[in-house]
Protein backbone atom coordinates (compact mmCIF):
# COMPACT_ATOMS: atom_id res chain seq x y z
CA UNK A 1 0.00 0.00 0.00
CA UNK A 2 2.62 2.02 0.69
CA UNK A 3 6.34 2.98 2.13
CA UNK A 4 7.14 4.43 5.60
CA UNK A 5 10.20 7.23 6.37
CA UNK A 6 11.96 8.84 8.76
CA UNK A 7 11.31 12.25 8.21
CA UNK A 8 11.98 15.19 10.24
CA UNK A 9 9.79 18.71 10.71
CA UNK A 10 11.69 20.89 9.43
CA UNK A 11 9.70 24.14 11.92
CA UNK A 12 9.90 22.01 14.87
CA UNK A 13 12.95 19.73 14.08
CA UNK A 14 10.97 16.82 15.67
CA UNK A 15 11.51 13.45 14.37
CA UNK A 16 7.67 12.22 12.05
CA UNK A 17 7.37 9.15 10.25
CA UNK A 18 6.11 10.17 6.86
CA UNK A 19 3.83 7.61 4.59
CA UNK A 20 3.82 7.74 1.20
CA UNK A 21 0.88 5.72 -0.87
CA UNK A 22 2.20 3.59 -3.28
CA UNK A 23 2.20 5.51 -7.19
CA UNK A 24 0.11 2.80 -8.82
CA UNK A 25 -2.59 3.28 -6.25
CA UNK A 26 -2.40 6.88 -5.82
CA UNK A 27 -3.26 7.83 -9.41
CA UNK A 28 -6.78 6.32 -9.10
CA UNK A 29 -9.43 8.75 -8.36
CA UNK A 30 -11.39 6.37 -6.34
CA UNK A 31 -8.02 5.22 -4.39
CA UNK A 32 -8.03 9.34 -3.62
CA UNK A 33 -11.59 9.76 -2.23
CA UNK A 34 -10.64 6.77 0.11
CA UNK A 35 -7.23 8.53 1.04
CA UNK A 36 -9.09 11.50 1.88
CA UNK A 37 -11.80 9.41 4.42
CA UNK A 38 -8.22 7.75 5.85
CA UNK A 39 -7.49 11.18 7.23
CA UNK A 40 -10.48 12.07 8.23
CA UNK A 41 -10.67 8.79 10.13
CA UNK A 42 -7.13 9.57 11.48
CA UNK A 43 -7.82 13.14 12.74
CA UNK A 44 -10.46 12.35 15.40
CA UNK A 45 -8.26 10.17 16.93
CA UNK A 46 -5.98 12.20 19.52
CA UNK A 47 -5.21 9.47 22.14
CA UNK A 48 -1.66 8.96 24.45
CA UNK A 49 -2.19 5.44 22.79
CA UNK A 50 -2.63 6.09 19.36
CA UNK A 51 0.33 7.58 17.07
CA UNK A 52 -0.70 10.76 16.34
CA UNK A 53 -1.77 12.49 12.81
CA UNK A 54 0.27 15.57 11.98
CA UNK A 55 -0.23 16.14 7.94
CA UNK A 56 -0.88 15.71 5.14
CA UNK A 57 -0.20 16.38 1.04
CA UNK A 58 0.44 15.63 -1.99
CA UNK A 59 4.18 16.07 -3.94
CA UNK A 60 3.68 15.19 -7.37
CA UNK A 61 1.13 13.35 -7.57
CA UNK A 62 2.05 11.10 -4.64
CA UNK A 63 -0.45 11.31 -1.64
CA UNK A 64 1.47 11.24 1.89
CA UNK A 65 0.25 12.04 5.19
CA UNK A 66 3.24 12.15 8.32
CA UNK A 67 2.69 10.70 12.00
CA UNK A 68 4.38 11.10 14.95
CA UNK A 69 7.34 8.81 15.13
CA UNK A 70 7.95 6.62 17.73
CA UNK A 71 11.27 5.66 18.68
CA UNK A 72 11.19 1.97 19.61
CA UNK A 73 9.82 -1.35 18.18
CA UNK A 74 6.67 -3.30 17.85
CA UNK A 75 5.16 -5.98 19.92
CA UNK A 76 5.52 -8.04 17.12
CA UNK A 77 9.20 -7.71 17.15
CA UNK A 78 9.61 -7.59 20.70
CA UNK A 79 8.11 -11.24 21.35
CA UNK A 80 10.14 -12.74 18.62
CA UNK A 81 13.16 -11.53 20.62
CA UNK A 82 11.67 -12.33 24.00
CA UNK A 83 9.68 -15.05 23.48
CA UNK A 84 6.95 -14.70 25.85
CA UNK A 85 5.85 -11.44 27.82
CA UNK A 86 5.00 -11.82 32.13
CA UNK A 87 1.61 -11.69 32.88
CA UNK A 88 1.97 -8.21 34.52
CA UNK A 89 3.05 -6.64 30.95
CA UNK A 90 0.64 -8.39 29.22
CA UNK A 91 -1.75 -6.60 31.91
CA UNK A 92 -0.13 -3.27 30.91
CA UNK A 93 -0.76 -4.02 26.96
CA UNK A 94 -4.28 -4.64 27.98
CA UNK A 95 -5.12 -1.58 29.64
CA UNK A 96 -3.46 0.66 27.45
CA UNK A 97 -4.86 -0.89 23.88
CA UNK A 98 -8.47 -1.25 25.49
CA UNK A 99 -8.36 2.83 25.71
CA UNK A 100 -7.08 3.04 22.49
CA UNK A 101 -9.93 0.77 21.23
CA UNK A 102 -12.73 2.74 23.58
CA UNK A 103 -11.25 6.06 21.99
CA UNK A 104 -11.36 5.00 18.57
CA UNK A 105 -14.77 3.26 18.85
CA UNK A 106 -16.60 6.14 20.47
CA UNK A 107 -16.09 7.96 16.85
CA UNK A 108 -17.32 5.10 15.27
CA UNK A 109 -13.90 3.24 14.12
CA UNK A 110 -13.13 0.26 14.15
CA UNK A 111 -9.69 -0.98 13.56
CA UNK A 112 -10.06 -4.45 12.25
CA UNK A 113 -6.48 -5.41 11.68
CA UNK A 114 -5.29 -5.25 15.52
CA UNK A 115 -2.36 -7.46 16.05
CA UNK A 116 1.35 -7.15 17.68
CA UNK A 117 2.60 -5.40 14.45
CA UNK A 118 0.11 -2.97 14.88
CA UNK A 119 1.18 -2.10 18.47
CA UNK A 120 4.61 0.10 19.09
CA UNK A 121 6.11 0.03 22.51
CA UNK A 122 8.35 3.07 22.75
CA UNK A 123 11.41 3.72 24.95
CA UNK A 124 8.93 4.47 27.72
CA UNK A 125 6.93 1.59 27.54
CA UNK A 126 4.28 3.04 26.37
CA UNK A 127 1.76 1.41 23.73
CA UNK A 128 0.98 2.85 20.54
CA UNK A 129 -1.14 1.73 17.87
CA UNK A 130 -0.92 2.59 14.49
CA UNK A 131 -2.51 1.42 11.48
CA UNK A 132 -6.11 2.72 11.47
CA UNK A 133 -5.51 2.75 7.78
CA UNK A 134 -7.18 -0.47 7.02
CA UNK A 135 -10.50 0.82 9.09
CA UNK A 136 -11.16 3.62 6.79
CA UNK A 137 -9.02 2.74 3.53
CA UNK A 138 -10.88 -0.45 3.28
CA UNK A 139 -13.77 -0.18 5.73
CA UNK A 140 -15.72 2.62 3.98
CA UNK A 141 -19.00 1.72 2.69
CA UNK A 142 -18.00 2.12 -0.64
CA UNK A 143 -15.17 0.45 -0.61
CA UNK A 144 -16.19 -3.20 1.45
CA UNK A 145 -18.00 -6.03 -0.51
CA UNK A 146 -20.21 -7.94 1.36
CA UNK A 147 -18.38 -11.09 1.96
CA UNK A 148 -14.63 -9.99 2.06
CA UNK A 149 -12.43 -10.68 4.58
CA UNK A 150 -9.98 -7.76 5.96
CA UNK A 151 -7.38 -8.33 8.48
CA UNK A 152 -4.42 -10.83 9.71
CA UNK A 153 -5.85 -14.20 9.79
CA UNK A 154 -3.56 -15.22 13.15
CA UNK A 155 -5.43 -12.43 15.41
CA UNK A 156 -8.47 -11.52 13.28
CA UNK A 157 -11.93 -12.82 15.02
CA UNK A 158 -13.94 -15.86 13.53
CA UNK A 159 -16.85 -13.27 12.40
CA UNK A 160 -14.13 -11.40 10.39
CA UNK A 161 -12.60 -15.13 8.67
CA UNK A 162 -16.91 -15.75 7.95
CA UNK A 163 -16.68 -12.36 5.98
CA UNK A 164 -19.14 -11.17 8.33
CA UNK A 165 -19.80 -7.89 9.21
CA UNK A 166 -17.48 -6.17 12.24
CA UNK A 167 -18.09 -5.08 14.98
CA UNK A 168 -16.35 -3.55 18.43
CA UNK A 169 -16.01 -6.94 19.77
CA UNK A 170 -14.17 -8.12 16.83
CA UNK A 171 -11.34 -5.48 17.93
CA UNK A 172 -11.79 -6.76 21.52
CA UNK A 173 -11.34 -10.69 19.78
CA UNK A 174 -8.12 -9.26 18.43
CA UNK A 175 -7.16 -7.67 21.56
CA UNK A 176 -7.49 -11.59 23.47
CA UNK A 177 -5.78 -12.83 20.60
CA UNK A 178 -2.88 -10.24 21.11
CA UNK A 179 -2.96 -10.64 25.05
CA UNK A 180 -2.98 -14.65 24.27
CA UNK A 181 0.09 -14.16 21.83
CA UNK A 182 1.96 -12.02 24.42
CA UNK A 183 1.90 -14.82 27.55
CA UNK A 184 1.81 -17.87 25.64
CA UNK A 185 4.41 -16.64 22.41
CA UNK A 186 1.88 -18.19 19.98
CA UNK A 187 -1.47 -17.05 17.71
CA UNK A 188 -4.54 -18.52 19.67
CA UNK A 189 -4.93 -20.84 16.34
CA UNK A 190 -2.43 -21.71 13.58
CA UNK A 191 -2.27 -23.79 11.01
CA UNK A 192 0.23 -24.42 7.70
CA UNK A 193 -2.06 -22.27 5.15
CA UNK A 194 -4.10 -19.11 5.68
CA UNK A 195 -7.29 -21.71 4.66
CA UNK A 196 -6.06 -23.43 7.12
CA UNK A 197 -5.51 -21.01 10.07
CA UNK A 198 -9.43 -19.40 9.20
CA UNK A 199 -10.77 -22.50 9.44
CA UNK A 200 -9.09 -23.23 12.78
CA UNK A 201 -9.72 -19.54 13.99
CA UNK A 202 -13.68 -20.52 13.55
CA UNK A 203 -14.27 -24.06 14.02
CA UNK A 204 -11.25 -25.16 16.53
CA UNK A 205 -11.11 -25.37 20.95
CA UNK A 206 -9.16 -22.61 22.06
CA UNK A 207 -5.80 -24.56 24.27
CA UNK A 208 -6.09 -22.57 27.69
CA UNK A 209 -3.26 -20.36 28.76
CA UNK A 210 -2.80 -22.77 31.47
CA UNK A 211 -1.95 -26.00 29.79
CA UNK A 212 0.54 -23.13 28.14
CA UNK A 213 2.04 -21.25 30.86
CA UNK A 214 2.44 -21.70 34.65
CA UNK A 215 1.75 -19.00 37.09
CA UNK A 216 -0.72 -16.95 35.15
CA UNK A 217 -3.28 -15.87 37.29
CA UNK A 218 -6.59 -17.83 36.54
CA UNK A 219 -8.75 -14.10 36.79
CA UNK A 220 -6.29 -13.14 33.84
CA UNK A 221 -6.32 -16.23 31.95
CA UNK A 222 -10.65 -15.98 32.24
CA UNK A 223 -10.78 -12.23 30.66
CA UNK A 224 -8.50 -13.51 27.54
CA UNK A 225 -10.49 -16.79 26.68
CA UNK A 226 -13.78 -14.69 27.68
CA UNK A 227 -12.80 -11.85 24.97
CA UNK A 228 -11.76 -15.16 22.49
CA UNK A 229 -15.16 -16.32 22.75
CA UNK A 230 -16.20 -17.61 19.29
CA UNK A 231 -19.52 -16.00 19.51
CA UNK A 232 -19.55 -12.19 19.76
CA UNK A 233 -22.23 -11.89 22.30
CA UNK A 234 -20.51 -13.82 25.18
CA UNK A 235 -17.13 -11.04 24.77
CA UNK A 236 -17.39 -8.18 27.46
CA UNK A 237 -19.32 -5.56 25.24
CA UNK A 238 -16.67 -2.51 25.20
CA UNK A 239 -13.17 -1.54 26.08
CA UNK A 240 -14.24 0.70 28.65
CA UNK A 241 -15.46 -2.95 29.87
CA UNK A 242 -12.39 -4.69 29.25
CA UNK A 243 -10.17 -1.62 30.23
CA UNK A 244 -11.86 -1.55 34.00
CA UNK A 245 -11.38 -5.29 34.39
CA UNK A 246 -7.48 -5.22 33.40
CA UNK A 247 -7.08 -2.56 35.83
CA UNK A 248 -9.28 -4.36 38.30
CA UNK A 249 -7.05 -7.10 37.97
CA UNK A 250 -3.83 -5.37 38.26
CA UNK A 251 -4.53 -3.67 41.57
CA UNK A 252 -5.90 -7.00 42.90
CA UNK A 253 -3.32 -9.03 42.19
CA UNK A 254 -0.71 -6.43 42.98
CA UNK A 255 -2.54 -6.68 46.74
CA UNK A 256 -2.25 -10.27 45.93
CA UNK A 257 1.19 -10.37 45.53
CA UNK A 258 1.77 -7.63 48.50
CA UNK A 259 -0.22 -9.74 51.25
CA UNK A 260 1.99 -13.18 49.88
CA UNK A 261 5.54 -11.86 49.71
CA UNK A 262 4.67 -9.82 53.49
CA UNK A 263 7.67 -8.42 54.51
CA UNK A 264 10.09 -10.14 52.16
CA UNK A 265 13.83 -8.47 51.38
CA UNK A 266 13.76 -6.58 48.61
CA UNK A 267 10.08 -5.06 48.44
CA UNK A 268 10.05 -1.60 47.41
CA UNK A 269 8.22 1.33 49.67
CA UNK A 270 7.40 4.63 49.86
CA UNK A 271 8.83 6.87 52.42
CA UNK A 272 7.94 10.19 53.40
CA UNK A 273 10.48 12.76 54.57
CA UNK A 274 10.66 11.08 58.20
CA UNK A 275 12.07 7.68 56.66
CA UNK A 276 14.61 9.37 54.69
CA UNK A 277 18.20 9.85 56.15
CA UNK A 278 18.81 13.83 56.16
CA UNK A 279 22.13 12.86 53.98
CA UNK A 280 19.70 11.44 51.02
CA UNK A 281 17.65 14.30 50.84
CA UNK A 282 20.61 16.59 50.21
CA UNK A 283 20.74 13.99 46.71
CA UNK A 284 20.70 16.62 43.98
CA UNK A 285 19.02 14.41 41.80
CA UNK A 286 16.13 14.39 44.18
CA UNK A 287 13.12 17.11 43.53
CA UNK A 288 10.74 18.55 45.45
CA UNK A 289 7.86 16.69 45.70
CA UNK A 290 9.45 13.86 44.01
CA UNK A 291 9.00 9.88 44.97
CA UNK A 292 11.45 8.07 45.77
CA UNK A 293 11.29 4.34 46.29
CA UNK A 294 13.82 2.37 48.51
CA UNK A 295 14.70 -1.62 49.31
CA UNK A 296 13.18 -2.89 52.72
CA UNK A 297 16.54 -4.87 53.73
CA UNK A 298 18.93 -2.16 53.53
CA UNK A 299 19.59 1.22 55.49
CA UNK A 300 19.24 4.37 53.03
CA UNK A 301 22.80 5.63 54.15
CA UNK A 302 23.70 2.14 52.22
CA UNK A 303 22.01 2.30 49.24
CA UNK A 304 21.40 5.20 46.48
CA UNK A 305 17.44 5.95 46.34
CA UNK A 306 15.62 4.85 43.40
CA UNK A 307 13.97 7.78 41.42
CA UNK A 308 10.94 7.49 39.44
CA UNK A 309 10.14 10.57 37.13
CA UNK A 310 6.62 9.14 37.13
CA UNK A 311 4.90 7.70 39.91
CA UNK A 312 1.62 7.93 37.86
CA UNK A 313 2.73 5.47 35.49
CA UNK A 314 3.90 1.66 35.19
CA UNK A 315 7.62 2.04 33.84
CA UNK A 316 8.48 -0.47 31.37
CA UNK A 317 12.14 -0.54 31.26
CA UNK A 318 13.25 0.27 27.61
CA UNK A 319 13.58 -2.99 25.07
CA UNK A 320 15.18 -1.23 22.43
CA UNK A 321 18.88 -0.39 22.59
CA UNK A 322 20.78 2.15 20.43
CA UNK A 323 21.04 -0.24 17.25
CA UNK A 324 17.44 -1.27 17.75
CA UNK A 325 14.93 1.31 16.90
CA UNK A 326 12.19 1.34 14.55
CA UNK A 327 12.56 4.31 11.79
CA UNK A 328 8.68 3.64 11.04
CA UNK A 329 5.42 4.55 12.89
CA UNK A 330 3.39 2.24 11.59
CA UNK A 331 5.34 -0.67 9.57
CA UNK A 332 8.50 -1.03 11.02
CA UNK A 333 9.65 -1.95 7.53
CA UNK A 334 13.36 -1.00 6.48
CA UNK A 335 14.20 2.56 5.12
CA UNK A 336 13.66 2.32 1.32
CA UNK A 337 15.24 5.81 -1.02
CA UNK A 338 13.40 7.83 -2.89
CA UNK A 339 15.05 6.23 -6.07
CA UNK A 340 13.76 2.87 -4.97
CA UNK A 341 10.12 4.03 -4.67
CA UNK A 342 10.22 6.00 -7.35
CA UNK A 343 10.87 2.30 -9.83
CA UNK A 344 7.56 1.30 -10.60
CA UNK A 345 6.28 5.04 -11.21
CA UNK A 346 5.24 5.65 -14.65
CA UNK A 347 6.97 7.59 -16.66
CA UNK A 348 6.78 11.37 -16.74
CA UNK A 349 5.31 11.55 -13.05
CA UNK A 350 7.57 13.45 -11.66
CA UNK A 351 5.92 16.35 -13.89
CA UNK A 352 1.86 15.42 -12.87
CA UNK A 353 0.10 16.56 -10.17
CA UNK A 354 0.59 19.53 -7.69
CA UNK A 355 2.31 19.84 -4.62
CA UNK A 356 0.82 20.67 -1.27
CA UNK A 357 0.76 20.42 2.45
CA UNK A 358 -1.10 21.05 5.14
CA UNK A 359 -0.42 20.99 8.89
CA UNK A 360 -3.73 20.19 10.68
CA UNK A 361 -4.01 22.16 13.98
CA UNK A 362 -6.39 21.59 17.19
CA UNK A 363 -9.23 23.87 15.31
CA UNK A 364 -8.90 20.83 12.43
CA UNK A 365 -9.38 18.24 15.08
CA UNK A 366 -12.45 20.12 16.62
CA UNK A 367 -13.97 20.75 13.45
CA UNK A 368 -13.77 16.79 12.57
CA UNK A 369 -14.48 15.82 15.56
CA UNK A 370 -17.97 17.67 16.13
CA UNK A 371 -18.92 17.77 12.28
CA UNK A 372 -19.31 21.75 12.98
CA UNK A 373 -17.48 24.56 11.36
CA UNK A 374 -14.86 26.75 13.97
CA UNK A 375 -16.24 29.97 14.58
CA UNK A 376 -14.76 32.63 13.36
CA UNK A 377 -16.94 35.36 14.84
CA UNK A 378 -15.27 37.27 17.81
CA UNK A 379 -17.43 39.34 18.28
CA UNK A 380 -19.60 39.12 21.80
CA UNK A 381 -22.61 37.13 19.71
CA UNK A 382 -20.01 34.50 18.94
CA UNK A 383 -18.18 34.52 22.69
CA UNK A 384 -21.71 33.69 23.75
CA UNK A 385 -22.55 31.04 21.77
CA UNK A 386 -20.47 28.24 23.37
CA UNK A 387 -22.02 29.11 26.89
CA UNK A 388 -25.28 28.79 25.67
CA UNK A 389 -24.18 25.75 24.73
CA UNK A 390 -22.65 24.50 27.83
CA UNK A 391 -25.64 26.05 29.71
CA UNK A 392 -27.80 23.55 27.14
CA UNK A 393 -26.19 20.52 27.99
CA UNK A 394 -25.74 21.26 31.75
CA UNK A 395 -29.53 21.57 31.93
CA UNK A 396 -30.01 18.64 30.07
CA UNK A 397 -27.41 16.78 32.01
CA UNK A 398 -29.60 17.69 35.31
CA UNK A 399 -32.77 16.65 33.83
CA UNK A 400 -31.42 13.42 32.97
CA UNK A 401 -30.23 12.72 36.08
CA UNK A 402 -33.57 13.75 38.07
CA UNK A 403 -35.21 11.44 35.41
CA UNK A 404 -32.97 8.48 36.19
CA UNK A 405 -33.19 9.31 39.82
CA UNK A 406 -36.39 8.18 39.54
CA UNK A 407 -37.29 4.38 40.71
CA UNK A 408 -39.24 3.09 37.18
CA UNK A 409 -42.50 1.64 37.65
CA UNK A 410 -42.90 -2.13 37.96
CA UNK A 411 -43.82 -2.17 34.34
CA UNK A 412 -41.13 -1.21 32.92
CA UNK A 413 -38.72 -3.58 35.25
CA UNK A 414 -40.87 -6.30 34.18
CA UNK A 415 -40.82 -5.77 30.50
CA UNK A 416 -36.75 -6.09 30.41
CA UNK A 417 -37.01 -9.50 32.74
CA UNK A 418 -39.75 -10.36 30.09
CA UNK A 419 -37.87 -9.58 26.93
CA UNK A 420 -34.87 -11.23 28.27
CA UNK A 421 -37.17 -14.58 29.32
CA UNK A 422 -38.56 -15.17 26.36
CA UNK A 423 -34.75 -14.50 24.41
CA UNK A 424 -33.95 -17.65 25.84
CA UNK A 425 -30.11 -16.69 25.60
CA UNK A 426 -28.08 -17.29 29.05
CA UNK A 427 -25.98 -14.05 28.05
CA UNK A 428 -29.56 -12.11 27.57
CA UNK A 429 -30.54 -13.70 31.42
CA UNK A 430 -27.59 -12.86 32.80
CA UNK A 431 -27.84 -8.95 31.73
CA UNK A 432 -30.94 -8.41 33.52
CA UNK A 433 -29.89 -9.91 37.15
CA UNK A 434 -29.74 -6.33 38.40
CA UNK A 435 -33.13 -5.33 36.98
CA UNK A 436 -34.88 -8.41 38.39
CA UNK A 437 -32.94 -7.75 41.66
CA UNK A 438 -34.41 -4.18 41.56
CA UNK A 439 -38.03 -5.65 40.81
CA UNK A 440 -37.63 -7.60 43.45
CA UNK A 441 -36.55 -5.10 46.16
CA UNK A 442 -38.79 -2.21 45.14
CA UNK A 443 -42.31 -4.75 44.13
CA UNK A 444 -42.36 -7.37 46.44
CA UNK A 445 -46.00 -7.94 46.34
CA UNK A 446 -46.44 -7.04 42.83
CA UNK A 447 -48.37 -10.63 41.87
CA UNK A 448 -45.71 -11.08 39.02
CA UNK A 449 -42.81 -11.54 41.43
CA UNK A 450 -42.99 -15.35 41.39
CA UNK A 451 -41.99 -15.13 37.72
CA UNK A 452 -38.85 -12.49 38.62
CA UNK A 453 -37.91 -14.89 41.65
CA UNK A 454 -37.62 -17.91 39.18
CA UNK A 455 -35.56 -15.81 36.49
CA UNK A 456 -33.58 -15.32 39.30
CA UNK A 457 -33.19 -19.00 40.66
CA UNK A 458 -32.34 -19.45 36.72
CA UNK A 459 -29.81 -16.94 36.65
CA UNK A 460 -27.72 -17.96 39.35
CA UNK A 461 -27.92 -21.62 37.74
CA UNK A 462 -26.24 -20.20 34.52
CA UNK A 463 -23.48 -18.48 37.04
CA UNK A 464 -22.73 -21.78 38.69
CA UNK A 465 -22.79 -23.39 35.36
CA UNK A 466 -20.36 -21.28 33.79
CA UNK A 467 -18.00 -21.42 37.44
CA UNK A 468 -17.99 -25.58 36.29
CA UNK A 469 -16.92 -24.65 32.94
CA UNK A 470 -14.25 -22.24 34.03
CA UNK A 471 -13.00 -24.57 36.71
CA UNK A 472 -12.65 -27.63 33.76
CA UNK A 473 -10.79 -25.19 31.35
CA UNK A 474 -8.34 -24.20 33.73
CA UNK A 475 -7.66 -27.38 34.46
CA UNK A 476 -9.38 -28.14 38.21
CA UNK A 477 -11.99 -30.67 36.18
CA UNK A 478 -10.54 -33.71 38.58
CA UNK A 479 -11.47 -31.90 41.77
CA UNK A 480 -14.81 -31.71 40.52
CA UNK A 481 -17.38 -34.04 42.06
CA UNK A 482 -18.66 -37.49 39.62
CA UNK A 483 -21.85 -35.58 39.01
CA UNK A 484 -20.22 -32.50 38.12
CA UNK A 485 -18.16 -33.78 36.02
CA UNK A 486 -21.14 -36.02 34.24
CA UNK A 487 -22.91 -33.00 33.95
CA UNK A 488 -19.64 -30.96 31.99
CA UNK A 489 -19.57 -33.77 29.77
CA UNK A 490 -23.18 -33.85 28.79
CA UNK A 491 -22.69 -30.38 28.26
CA UNK A 492 -19.85 -31.14 25.55
CA UNK A 493 -22.04 -33.77 24.27
CA UNK A 494 -24.57 -31.24 23.23
CA UNK A 495 -22.85 -28.98 21.48
CA UNK A 496 -21.73 -31.66 19.39
CA UNK A 497 -24.47 -34.44 18.57
CA UNK A 498 -28.16 -33.93 20.01
CA UNK A 499 -28.88 -37.70 20.10
CA UNK A 500 -25.33 -38.32 21.75
CA UNK A 501 -26.76 -35.80 24.34
CA UNK A 502 -29.87 -37.11 24.76
CA UNK A 503 -28.68 -40.74 25.85
CA UNK A 504 -26.13 -38.77 28.07
CA UNK A 505 -28.73 -36.83 29.80
CA UNK A 506 -30.92 -39.87 30.25
CA UNK A 507 -27.95 -41.69 31.85
CA UNK A 508 -27.57 -38.73 34.23
CA UNK A 509 -30.82 -38.24 35.17
CA UNK A 510 -30.70 -42.22 36.17
CA UNK A 511 -27.80 -41.64 38.20
CA UNK A 512 -27.91 -38.55 40.09
CA UNK A 513 -31.65 -37.42 40.07
CA UNK A 514 -32.09 -38.30 43.96
CA UNK A 515 -28.97 -36.15 44.84
CA UNK A 516 -30.94 -33.15 44.08
CA UNK A 517 -31.90 -32.71 47.57
CA UNK A 518 -28.43 -32.84 48.96
CA UNK A 519 -26.98 -29.30 48.12
CA UNK A 520 -28.23 -26.63 46.07
CA UNK A 521 -25.82 -27.12 42.77
CA UNK A 522 -26.47 -30.31 42.68
CA UNK A 523 -30.28 -29.41 42.32
CA UNK A 524 -29.77 -26.98 40.11
CA UNK A 525 -27.66 -29.52 37.64
CA UNK A 526 -30.26 -32.10 37.63
CA UNK A 527 -33.03 -28.92 37.36
CA UNK A 528 -31.00 -28.08 33.85
CA UNK A 529 -30.22 -31.55 33.11
CA UNK A 530 -34.27 -32.17 32.48
CA UNK A 531 -34.73 -29.06 31.04
CA UNK A 532 -31.88 -29.69 28.39
CA UNK A 533 -33.37 -33.22 27.47
CA UNK A 534 -36.52 -31.50 27.27
CA UNK A 535 -35.67 -29.12 24.87
CA UNK A 536 -33.40 -31.71 22.93
CA UNK A 537 -36.59 -33.77 22.72
CA UNK A 538 -38.70 -31.70 21.63
CA UNK A 539 -35.89 -30.29 18.55
CA UNK A 540 -35.49 -33.73 17.62
CA UNK A 541 -39.17 -34.67 17.07
CA UNK A 542 -39.25 -31.02 15.26
CA UNK A 543 -36.50 -32.40 12.81
CA UNK A 544 -38.26 -35.59 12.44
CA UNK A 545 -41.65 -34.25 11.57
CA UNK A 546 -40.14 -31.88 9.38
CA UNK A 547 -37.66 -34.30 7.32
CA UNK A 548 -40.70 -36.72 6.88
CA UNK A 549 -42.80 -33.81 5.40
CA UNK A 550 -40.24 -32.53 2.76
CA UNK A 551 -39.83 -36.74 2.18
CA UNK A 552 -43.94 -37.07 1.46
CA UNK A 553 -43.40 -33.86 -0.80
CA UNK A 554 -40.33 -35.68 -2.77
CA UNK A 555 -42.54 -38.89 -2.92
CA UNK A 556 -46.01 -37.20 -4.08
CA UNK A 557 -43.87 -35.76 -6.38
CA UNK A 558 -41.96 -38.83 -7.91
CA UNK A 559 -45.34 -40.53 -8.49
CA UNK A 560 -46.69 -38.17 -10.89
CA UNK A 561 -43.69 -36.42 -12.75
CA UNK A 562 -41.56 -39.72 -13.40
CA UNK A 563 -41.74 -42.43 -15.79
CA UNK A 564 -42.31 -45.91 -14.24
CA UNK A 565 -38.92 -46.65 -15.08
CA UNK A 566 -37.14 -43.78 -13.60
CA UNK A 567 -39.52 -44.01 -10.84
CA UNK A 568 -39.41 -47.60 -9.72
CA UNK A 569 -35.50 -47.09 -9.11
CA UNK A 570 -36.94 -43.68 -7.19
CA UNK A 571 -38.85 -45.71 -4.77
CA UNK A 572 -36.61 -48.33 -4.65
CA UNK A 573 -33.73 -45.63 -3.52
CA UNK A 574 -36.37 -44.53 -0.86
CA UNK A 575 -36.73 -47.94 0.70
CA UNK A 576 -32.81 -48.44 0.37
CA UNK A 577 -31.53 -45.25 2.54
CA UNK A 578 -34.89 -44.77 5.15
CA UNK A 579 -35.90 -48.77 6.05
CA UNK A 580 -34.22 -48.53 9.46
CA UNK A 581 -35.40 -45.62 10.34
CA UNK A 582 -38.55 -45.26 12.19
CA UNK A 583 -40.26 -41.82 11.75
CA UNK A 584 -40.24 -42.99 7.92
CA UNK A 585 -42.15 -46.49 8.39
CA UNK A 586 -44.78 -45.32 7.03
CA UNK A 587 -43.56 -43.61 3.83
CA UNK A 588 -41.29 -46.82 3.17
CA UNK A 589 -44.23 -48.95 3.35
CA UNK A 590 -45.85 -46.59 1.06
CA UNK A 591 -42.89 -46.89 -1.32
CA UNK A 592 -43.30 -50.76 -1.13
CA UNK A 593 -46.85 -51.10 -2.30
CA UNK A 594 -45.82 -48.42 -5.45
CA UNK A 595 -42.98 -50.85 -6.14
CA UNK A 596 -45.42 -53.88 -6.04
CA UNK A 597 -47.90 -51.79 -8.67
CA UNK A 598 -45.00 -51.39 -11.00
CA UNK A 599 -44.16 -54.86 -11.13
CA UNK A 600 -47.28 -56.16 -11.32
CA UNK A 601 -48.22 -53.34 -14.01
CA UNK A 602 -45.09 -54.77 -15.98
Request: proline share 4%; net charge negative.
Amino acid sequence: MGTVYHGVHTKSGDPVAVKIIAPALAQHQRFRRRFDAEIQTLLKLKHPNIVQLIGSGEEKGMLFYSMEYVDGENLQQQLRREKKLDWQRVIEIGIETSSALKHAHDFGIIHRDLKPANLMIDTQGRVKLTDFGIAKLFGAADATVEGSILGTADFMSPEQAEGKPVTVRSDLYALGSVCYAALTGRAPFGGKTVPEVLFNVRYSTLTPISELVRDVPSELSDLIEELLAKDPSRRPPTGLVVGNRFQSLKMGLAHRTQITEGNDAGRLKELTSIDIDPEILSDPRIKKNQTVFVSDHTHMKDEKPVIKKDATRSDFPSRAGPDEKTVAAELGQGRESMDELNVDRPSGIEHMGKTNFKEFEEKDRRRVTLTTSEPTDHSSLGQWIPIAILSAALLGCIGAMIWLLRSPSANTLYGEIAQAIDSNDEEVWLSIESTALRFQELYPNDPRIADVEAALEEIDSIQSIKTLQRKARRGSGDQLTPMQQAFLECLEAQSLDASVAIRKYQAFLTMFAREAENSKLSKQLVSQAKRSLNMLAQERDTKKNEALEELEKQADWAQTNLSPEIRRKWFAALVELFDDKPWAKGLVERARKQLTQDDTGK
